[in-house]
């Protein structure tokens, strides 16, 4: 079974550090575009970071300079430091990755996929 599964969500004070982790589970042919949204209960899930195919990165304006993503393809995982934690980071953090995986189908396609998310909690 295809999945992705996070870790590293916890309870922290602001000013510190979390790294989340997500895995992609399963057998994975071609990882592409790992992203990871945020949602506040009430609101609209944003993207705060992205890792491209190519080698790319996007950022959220509000995370920029202090969340760094990055991804070790040899390990089908997508990481995020997050530095300088803020109360306005609070959330449930999701993965989300394009992937061509063995999905039980003849021919696998190209499919988005989403983790069950991991909550973090910044206290002030």
């Known amino acids: 079974q295809v999945q992705l599964v996070e870790s590293g969500g916890g309870l922290v004070q602001a000013g510190g550090s979390l790294r989340l982790s997500c895995a992609a589970s399963g057998r994975i042919y071609k990882l592409y575009d790992m992203v990871w949204y945020r949602q506040v209960a009430g609101k609209e899930r944003e993207l705060v970071a992205a890792?491209?195919?190519?080698?790319?990165?996007n950022y959220a304006d509000s995370v920029k300079g202090r969340f760094t993503i990055s991804r070790d393809n040899a390990k089908n995982t997508v990481y995020l430091q997050m530095n300088s934690l803020r109360p306005g980071d609070t959330a449930v953090y999701y993965c989300n990755a394009d992937m061509t995986a063995d999905d039980g189908s003849l021919f696998p396609t190209r499919k988005n996929y989403w983790g069950q998310g991991t909550q973090v909690t910044v206290s002030s």
């Open positions: 890792t491209l195919n190519g080698g790319t990165t």
